[in-house]
Every structure is written in structure tokens, then in C-alpha cells.
């Protein structure tokens, strides 16, 4: 299983090393490889275990193993044509490919690892692979933004396994060497000798995730690295680099829950609502379409996070899966939006002509909607299931009212969102030039993929599955 | 011993924070990778944990050696300035390190209070972190914000030797291929800066 | 007693050699011929010989500094720790009475330096002022905190604690006690990261300015103070941060103190040869990490000690 797991980014590796010209075409189609084990992979009896203790796919990582892998092959079929709408060298090129492979080998590992430190390996081997990728677009900002996404990644990687070693300093003590796997963990946390020092071990490592996926107060970093960045590298950020750092903070947050559940609520609760108001003005001052993406995924993390750590396990996967597909579909799309000029939010949603650009034109308006949750897109069903697993919370509490203003102050601040983007879809659709814009067929198909799994999401078959993740 | 180079490592940590050179930079550097790599060999010497000594060499021939090498060269061929001015002066960063340490031991203190065994080593190594994390924020060149993340990851594998008495194998070697590939693609940031400079 | 008396006069005669060693060690390394170790004694014998040359323009303080320089500090030979076993101490001297003695000495010698109503002398004194405050408080924290891990404030039984049962688990607080003392020593005693002892250039000279309008008599009670001065360093550094050898039988006890005396003398030796004098606005920097390693070795000193 590990090597079918792993042989497709070990061709991609070992062909962008040769320099014949079909390896451009070669690689998009190797990336096709990384489907398979992940579809296997859910239909395997689970928990499966894939390395002995340290590589265990359960529901949570096969779930998010064949999201991220749907994500990965629809962000390399958008890159061949990368070069058509932008300068990009051939040398890049292959380089991206390199680095892609590294990166999908640290994902695979941090993604099904039952283990924390395999855990913090693959997220780091992931993390340095991206910063090389973001200076494939060869700029000096792209290069001042690498620097800065290498020391910040640096410095949030290195809090998390600060965190980890508190973790397993807290737990050493009853499990031995167990302390590093988060199922033992799970099954022993009530024993855990020093509580706070776990709870100090948690609150770190979360803190070090919170600040890789641009929470308060490290808001606007992760915005100007995917401004910065090429946009399949933006779409590679906000779709399968967040969601290894969010299943670290699912696991890590299920064991520090059985420890003390109030405790993980209120840090996570304010933590998220600090974020999401800060955000909120911030998507409202936004003028290009990048920035504007990344800080709302930074929102949606935000709200992922919450609703996982109230108990909404089930709105949290939802969202979490809805957003992982819209974001890189609307960060694939930007590279169409913006051909006529960075900061052109007006008219670019116009002068699309032919069956690919009618296609192209539909499905990203839908997009856009459904990213501010307009009712048939999952992330509405999401939201009311997470809005209703936080009253529950507050119900056992007895702290409804609070829940219920601090519920209506979330959508006040939601609101100001969703104004801003149905103020730039109508600058988009009505003002403006219209300047013809040519859309590539792969660029579609990528889009179409994107669609259908929102569709399948929505299907009560995957409703199902999802409820039976725990 | 273990008391000597841990006050060892800390004072390396703290000249390299009133270094102005870089090469000087690197050699504190170095230093304090090799007190690191001698604290772990006694340690695990002492507690008869083949694990530790054997990462404790590793530390010793990747951190003391390879890097500050990797890290000379990398300086010199692409002309880093040498000259590497902390934007806190000095004279400020006199008060802000006592300050800062007391604070540290200060924090530390309920960790400390429900750690098994070398309690207070785990102090010293949150303050090394706070400290590394302050030479990253004092300077404006790249190189010593480089050396503060190497540093940074010394001073959590002094926190993993001293807390828990050693991590798994499995888990310090991928922490060692991981620092590894954080040199390599320091190196390939730079390499490209420079063929920049030559088009 | 006959032996303390004698333990304090070998020191005094030790004195000058150390100076005129470091000097040697240094032209040997430079290549130059080296002068003789004895040419400390031979300066203060032509010294003597010269005569008396006072300005017209100083007061009666020229004529009696001289005496208040040195005398504090033959004063505080008496009070240093016991260098042989079973030799007479002052229990009751801790970090403040040596610190407050060595600055009393300090100040009459910038008080010479204003006194001779030279443009040099004020400057030099303005200077020596400069560096003596900010090293006093490190010296006093330095010592207090090696009297704190030997468990007695006073000087003379801490040096013998260290020496009956050294604490090894406060090794880290000590090294930067030790870390902490040796930049105090270089700075006191205008070694070259400080001052350099060897030139007379006004850009950079402390110490010299103060006394260059000395003479004679005068010039050789100065010099004679300073390498006192060095003396009272260097022993305090090699019965605090070395403490072993004071079970020796006497005559090897007291070979031994002079082996590390002279080894602190190579040591610095080897410091001056191999760096560059600083500015003299870095020098608040320089004593400035003493100060934080002085403050350290305190704190860690309650960390770490359990």
C-alpha cells in the first residue's frame, strides 16, 4: 500500500529530472497515480493500518486523503497550462514538478500518520517543499516572500514541536514510547498524570497551527505569500497544505477534548472569533482577487476550527471538504480573472465567448457564490449544523445567551463578508470593459472535476459517511 | 557535567546574541551545537540510552560541523554582508535578555513544577528558545535569522533530551533529515538570487 | 600568622613579575625579542632614581594621591582569600568591602588625573569613570554569587568551601560567574580589549592619561598600584573560579597559586595578542554582557539549584 502511496510521486521525482519535452505532459498524467491508493484506500476495511503503528488510515484521513488527492491532480492538470497565462521558465516548470513530489510524499505522511513526531516531519518536509515553489514565479517579491514564508514556517513549525515534546513529556510517564501516537493517547488521556502540562503542550502546538493558516494576529502573511506565488501554488496552499495542518489540529484537539473539553472550546472559541472579526475588515479593504481568496480561506479555517472544537464534528468535516474544493477551483480560476491585470476586479467576469468560456464563466459565478454560503452550496449546511453544535455546547453549560450573542455577532460579522463578495461578483459581471479572455480546456475539465465532487459532497451517501466519522 | 554544559550551551546563545560578525556568528553557533551534541552524549551515556548518544554524535557531525561548513560556504560565495548590525542596541538588549530570562523562568515555573526529572534543564531551554527567537526578531540580514531557527531547533532538542529523556529513534533521525533538507533549500533560495544577479 | 604575613609579602614581590610576563609572552608571539621577566623590578629601581618633577599648576593632592592609590589597595591583599591551608583569613570581607576598596583606589587616581590640570588628565579620568561605574555593579553580582554557591558571603571561607566541596550542580551559574570575572579583569586592569597599557596614543589611552604627568617617585607608586591592582585580580579569579590545590602541603600550595597566577597572566596574554582594541563607545557593550552574565549566574544560580 505505501508504495502505491508513494510511486507516483517518486515518477514525478525522478522525471523532472530528464529533460525531454513530453515530460511536460508526462507529469499531469503521472499525477492521475495519486487517485488510485486514495480510492483504495477508502474502501479498505478501517481502520487500515498502512505501516504497523505509525502509518493508520482511519475515516478521517481517508476522507481527507482522497480530498486532498482530487484537489492535487486538478492543481497539476491547471499548471501545463500555466504558461500560457503567465512567463514561466522551463526550468521552473520541472522545478515545481520536484518540488510538488516532495511535497506530496511530507502530505501522504502527515495526512495517514498515527504518530505526532512522523506527524511534524511530514508537515515540515511539507511545509520547505512549498517554499521552493513559491519562487517559481521569478519576481523579487516572490523572493522576499519566500524568505519570509520560510522563516515564519519556520518558527510556527518549530512551536508545534514545542508543543509535541510537552505532549509527549506529559504522557511518557504512563505510556513510554506510546506517547507519541495519538490513538493510545486518545485511549489513555484521562490518565494523563499533569494535565496542564499537556494543556500547555496543546495550546502551543495549536498556536504554531493557528499561525501556518494565518490566524490572529499572523493575518496577513499567508495573503501576500499567495499574492506573491503563482496561483496553482495559492490553490496548493489553501487546499491540501491547510488541511494537513487541520487534521493535526483534529487529532490533537480530540485528545486535548477528552482531557478537558471546556478548556479547548474557550481557547479555540476566542481565538476564532478574534480571527474571523479581524478578517472580516480585512476581505472588506481587499482589492484583488488573491488576497481577497486567501484571507476567506483564513476565515473558513477559522470557522473549521470552531465548529470542530464545539463537537460539530460533522459540520466541521462538511465545511472543511466544501471549502478545500471551492478555494482551489476560485484560486485556478483567478489566473483567467486576472489576465488583464492584477487589481481588474471590474468586468472580469465578462467576455467570455465559445462553449469552454460559457462553461468557465457558470461554474465559477457558482463558485464565488457558494464560497459565502449561499443556500445550495455545502458550506450553508455546514454553517447551520456548526451554529447548531455550538448552541448545543453552550446547552450543557448553560451559557445559551452568551452562545446565542456571540452566535449573532459571528454572522454580523459573516455579513460584512458576504456583502463584499456579492459587491465585487456584481463590479465583476456589470462594470467594466469587456476584454475578450481565452480559457484553456484543461482549465475546465479541472473546474468540472471541482463541481462534481461539490455535487458528490452533497449526496446523503457521503452525508452518511461523514456522520459516522468520530 | 550535564550542569556545565548546559550552562555552556546558554552562554553561547547568549554571546551570539551580541555578535556584530558573521562568521563570528557561525562559530557560536557551532559552539553551541557542540555543547548540545556533549550534553546528550553524557546524558544518554548516564542513563545507558544507546538512542540518545547515537543522535548525540549525529548532532555533533550535522550541527558543529556540517552546517556552520554549509553555512560558511553558502557566505562566502554569494557575498553575504558580514557586517550583521542587531537593530535592538545593545546597550537595550543588556536590560531586555536579564528581563527576558527572568521572565522565561518565571513562565517555566508550573511547567517545571510537574516535570519528572531535570526540571529545571526544561527551563533553560525555554528560555534558549525565547533567546533564539529574539536573535531571529533583533536582526534584519537573513543569515543570523537563519542561525536563530538552527538555534531554535537546538535548543527543542535540548527540551526533548532534558523533558522526556529522548524522543523515538524514528522520530530524531526524520528531525534530522528535515533540518538537513531546511539547508538544502536555504541554499537553493540564495543559488537563485545569484543567478539573478548574473543575467 | 607568620604564614599570612608571608603569603602577603611573596604577593607583593610577585606583583610586578606578572605584568612584565604578559609583555613577554606577547613580544615572543609578535616575534620581537622578548623582554626579561625581571623588567618590572628594574623600572621601579630607575624610577626611584629619578627625581621629582611636580607642575606648578597642581595642588597638594599630586603629592599625596600617589600614597592614596596604592594604600586601599595593599589594604585589600590582606583581605583576599587564603591561598595555603591553614592560613590566618578576614572572615567578615565580602563582595562589597573589596569592591568599595579597589574603587576608593580608583577614585583617588582620577582625582590625580584632574589634578594635574592637564587636558589629558581630565580626560583620561572622565574615562576611567566611565568604565569603573558600569563594571562595579558586575563585579559586586559576580562575587556575591560565587559567595552564594559556596554557601558564606565572606570571601576568604567561600574560597575555602569551594574548595573542601565543590557544588557541582550549580556549574552552570558558576561558568558565567567565571565568564563575568574575567571581562571585570580585563577591564580593571586596562588590558587591551579596554585600554592598552603600551601606548601613549590620546585617541585611545585611559590609565595612561591619568599619570602622565607623574615623575620619579611618584610614577613608580602608581605603577607599582596598578600591577597590585592586576595581583588582587588574578587571585581572586584563582581562588574563586579555580578552587583546588588548597590541601597541598604549603611549599607545593603555594607553587601551585603562582602556576595559576601566571596561567590567568598567559590567558590574557593570549586574549591581547589575538584581538583588536575596541572603541571605547563599544566598551559599555563589552561590560555590559559581563553585567548579564554577572545577572545570569545569579538567576540561574536559583533555577537551577534545587
Not at chain 2, 41 to 57: P, V
Not at chain 3, 163 to 188: K, R, T, Y
Request: hydrophobic content about 55%; proline content about 3%; aromatic content about 14%.
Amino acid at each position: 500500500m505505501i508504495y502505491l502511496l508513494l510511486l507516483p510521486a517518486i515518477i514525478m521525482l525522478i522525471l523532472s529530472f530528464s529533460n525531454i519535452e513530453k515530460s511536460k505532459y508526462i507529469l499531469p498524467v503521472t499525477s492521475l497515480l495519486i487517485l488510485f491508493p486514495s480510492i483504495k484506500l477508502f474502501f479498505l476495511p478501517r481502520p487500515y493500518s498502512v505501516i504497523g503503528k505509525y502509518l493508520v488510515a482511519d475515516d478521517l484521513s481517508a476522507y481527507i486523503m482522497l480530498v486532498s488527492s482530487i484537489v492535487a491532480i486538478c492543481v497539476t492538470l491547471a499548471m501545463s497550462t500555466l504558461g500560457l497565462h503567465v512567463k514561466i521558465s522551463k526550468k521552473a516548470y520541472s522545478r515545481f514538478y520536484r518540488f510538488f513530489a516532495i511535497f506530496w510524499i511530507g502530505l501522504t505522511l502527515s495526512i495517514l500518520a498515527n504518530n505526532m513526531g512522523l506527524y511534524w516531519i511530514g508537515l515540515e518536509t511539507a511545509t520547505l517543499s512549498t517554499v521552493y515553489m513559491i519562487k517559481t514565479n521569478n519576481t523579487a517579491m516572490a523572493r522576499k516572500e519566500a524568505w519570509n514564508y520560510m522563516i515564519v514556517g519556520a518558527i510556527a513549525i518549530s512551536l508545534i514541536l514545542f508543543g509535541i515534546i510537552l505532549i509527549y513529556a506529559s504522557a511518557k510517564p504512563i505510556l513510554g514510547e506510546d506517547a507519541m501516537i495519538f490513538s493510545s493517547l486518545l485511549e489513555h488521556a484521562k490518565e494523563i498524570k499533569s494535565p496542564f502540562l499537556f494543556e500547555i503542550g496543546f495550546a502551543i502546538t495549536t498556536l504554531g497551527m493557528f499561525i501556518k493558516m494565518g490566524f490572529f494576529p499572523m493575518n496577513l502573511w499567508l495573503a501576500n505569500i499567495e499574492r506573491a506565488s503563482f496561483y496553482p501554488v495559492a490553490a496548493l496552499f489553501s487546499g491540501i497544505l491547510e488541511s494537513a495542518v487541520m487534521i493535526g489540529f483534529f487529532r490533537f484537539s480530540k485528545i486535548a477534548q477528552a482531557v478537558d473539553l471546556l478548556h479547548v472550546f474557550i481557547f479555540v472559541f476566542i481565538y476564532t472569533i478574534l480571527t474571523i472579526f479581524i478578517v472580516s475588515f480585512l476581505i472588506y479593504r481587499a482589492k484583488d482577487f488573491m488576497r481577497l481568496f486567501s484571507l476567506s480561506g483564513v476565515e473558513h479555517m477559522a470557522l473549521i476550527a470552531l465548529f470542530w472544537a464545539s463537537g460539530g464534528i460533522f459540520a466541521a468535516l462538511l465545511h472543511f471538504g466544501a471549502h478545500a474544493f471551492l478555494k482551489p477551483a476560485l484560486f485556478l480560476s483567478t489566473g483567467i480573472l486576472e489576465s488583464s491585470g492584477k487589481y481588474k476586479i471590474a468586468g472580469a467576469l465578462r467576455g467570455y465567448r465559445g462553449i469552454k468560456g460559457k462553461i468557465f464563466y457558470f461554474l465559477t459565478a457558482l463558485f464565488l457564490l457558494s464560497i459565502v454560503s449561499l443556500p445550495p452550496s455545502p458550506m450553508f449546511f455546514s454553517e447551520l449544523y456548526g451554529f447548531a453544535a455550538m448552541v448545543n455546547i453552550a446547552k450543557l453549560h448553560q451559557h445559551l445567551l452568551l452562545m446565542i450573542g456571540a452566535i449573532i455577532i459571528l454572522l454580523i460579522l459573516l455579513s460584512i463578508i458576504f456583502y463584499k463578495f456579492i459587491e465585487i461578483y456584481q463590479s465583476m459581471k456589470y462594470e467594466g470593459k469587456e476584454e475578450t479572455k481565452v480559457v484553456y480546456g484543461n482549465e475546465v475539465l479541472a473546474l468540472i472535476i471541482f463541481a462534481i465532487s461539490l455535487m458528490v459532497l452533497l449526496t446523503p451517501w457521503s452525508f452518511e459517511f461523514l456522520r459516522g466519522v468520530s | 557535567m550535564t550542569s556545565f554544559l548546559i550552562g555552556l550551551f546558554i552562554a553561547t546563545l547568549i554571546v551570539a546574541l551580541f555578535t556584530m560578525r558573521l562568521y563570528r556568528l557561525i562559530l557560536w553557533y557551532s559552539l553551541n551545537s557542540l555543547s548540545l551534541a556533549l550534553l546528550a552524549i553524557t546524558i544518554g551515556y548516564s542513563i545507558n540510552d544507546n538512542t540518545m548518544i547515537l543522535s548525540g554524535f549525529l548532532t555533533l557531525v550535522l550541527k558543529a560541523i556540517l552546517i556552520p561548513y554549509i553555512l560558511k560556504k553558502v557566505s562566502v560565495k554569494f557575498g553575504l554582508s558580514r557586517q550583521i548590525k542587531p537593530n535592538v542596541q545593545i546597550h537595550y538588549s543588556i536590560m531586555l535578555i536579564p528581563a527576558l530570562l527572568v521572565f522565561t523562568f518565571y513562565l517555566a515555573e508550573p511547567i517545571t513544577n510537574m516535570m519528572v526529572s531535570n526540571a529545571n534543564y526544561v527551563a533553560i531551554s525555554i528560555s534558549a528558545l525565547f533567546l533564539s527567537l529574539l536573535l531571529m526578531i533583533e536582526h534584519k540580514n537573513i543569515a543570523p535569522k537563519i542561525i536563530g531557527f538552527l538555534t531554535i531547533e537546538n535548543s527543542l532538542f535540548l527540551l526533548g533530551t532534558t523533558a522526556t529523556g529522548g524522543m523515538p529513534m524514528l522520530i530524531e533521525l526524520g528531525i534530522f533529515f528535515d533540518l538537513l533538507m531546511a539547508i538544502v533549500i536555504i541554499n537553493l533560495l540564495f543559488h537563485q538570487e545569484e543567478e539573478e544577479g548574473l543575467e | 600568622m607568620i604564614l599570612y604575613t608571608t603569603t602577603i609579602i611573596l604577593m607583593i614581590v610577585i606583583a610586578p613579575l606578572l605584568p612584565s610576563f604578559m609583555k613577554m609572552v606577547k613580544m615572543t608571539l609578535l616575534y620581537k625579542k622578548p623582554i626579561s621577566i625581571f623588567q618590572g623590578y628594574r623600572d621601579f629601581s630607575k624610577l626611584l632614581s629619578k627625581e621629582i618633577i611636580v607642575s606648578k599648576e597642581t595642588s597638594s593632592i599630586t603629592s599625596m594621591a600617589p600614597f592614596l592609590v596604592l594604600s586601599p589597595l595593599i589594604l585589600t591583599l590582606f583581605f583576599l582569600p587564603p591561598i595555603v591551608k591553614g592560613e590566618y583569613f578576614v572572615s567578615f570581607i565580602d563582595a562589597f568591602t573589596i569592591t568599595g576598596l579597589i574603587s576608593l583606589s580608583t577614585f583617588f587616581l582620577m582625582i590625580l588625573g584632574l589634578d594635574s590640570a592637564s587636558s589629558f588628565g581630565g580626560l583620561g579620568s572622565s574615562r576611567e569613570a566611565f568604565i569603573s561605574a558600569l563594571a562595579e555593579p558586575a563585579m559586586i553580582l559576580t562575587v556575591f554569587s560565587v559567595s552564594l554557591m559556596a554557601d558564606n558571603l565572606g570571601v576568604g571561607q567561600a574560597s575555602i568551601n569551594l574548595n573542601n566541596h565543590f557544588p557541582f550542580e550549580h556549574m552552570a551559574s558558576f561558568i558565567f560567574a567565571g565568564i563575568s570575572f574575567f571581562i571585570l579583569l580585563i577591564a580593571e586592569n586596562g588590558r587591551i580589549p579596554v585600554d592598552n597599557p603600551e601606548t601613549h596614543l590620546e585617541l585611545t589611552m585611559v590609565h595612561e592619561a591619568m599619570i602622565l604627568d607623574l615623575s620619579g617617585f611618584y610614577l613608580m607608586l602608581i605603577e607599582s598600584a596598578s600591577s597590585i591592582k592586576f595581583m588582587i585580580f588574578s587571585s581572586m579569579f584563582a581562588s574563586l573560579f579555580m578552587p583546588f590545590g588548597l590541601h597541598l602541603p604549603i611549599i607545593l600550595g603555594v607553587l601551585v597559586f603562582i602556576l595559576k597566577l601566571f596561567f590567568i597572566a598567559l590567558l590574557v596574554a593570549l586574549l591581547e595578542v589575538n584581538t583588536a582594541k575596541l572603541r571605547l563607545f563599544k566598551i559599555p557593550n563589552l561590560l555590559g554582557i559581563a553585567i548579564v552574565f554577572a545577572f545570569l549566574s545569579l538567576i540561574t544560580f536559583y533555577v537551577l539549584g534545587v
